[in-house]
Nanobody, 123 residues
Framework: QVQLVESGGGLVQAGGSLRLSCAAS????????MAWYRQAPGKQRELVAA???????NYADSVKGRFTISRDNAKNTVYLQMNILKPEDTAVYYC?????????????????WGQGTQVTVSS
């Protein structure tokens, strides 16, 4: 199993900042892409930002210019720096990672989700 452990959520006032972290663990990890999704009450889960092995990134239009995704390959960790937060950013944020790992003998693909961390932005 590949486990993702998130941290950094919380309550912040509009205009403030938060930084989310997500660390992946597993045997022989080779991660292709790491991403952050979010799900607000009554809405579908949506992609916020993604970062790929080569360093390319993409963002939802709603967060461009405010959020920055980055990764530390040595630590198998992805970060989401969120600035100029708005009440509409309130959601549970989920980390996602995909790649391969070696649970026993053979290299096996995986796609894993974190448990989610709540971000609440007050107006």
């Amino acid at each position: 199993q590949v486990q993702l452990v998130e941290s950094g959520g919380g309550l912040v006032q509009a205009g403030g900042s938060l930084r989310l972290s997500c660390a992946a663990s597993g045997s022989g990890l080779s991660i292709n892409a790491m991403a952050w999704y979010r799900q607000a009450p009554g809405k579908q889960r949506e992609l916020v930002a993604a970062v790929y092995r080569g360093g390319n990134t993409n963002y939802a239009d709603s967060v461009k210019g405010r959020f920055t995704i980055s990764r530390d390959n040595a630590k198998n960790t992805v970060y989401l720096q969120m600035n100029i937060l708005k009440p509409e950013d309130t959601a549970v944020y989920y980390c996602n990672a995909g790649g391969t790992y070696v649970p026993a003998v053979y290299r096996t693909p995986f796609n894993s989700w974190g448990q989610g961390t709540q971000v609440t932005v007050s107006s």
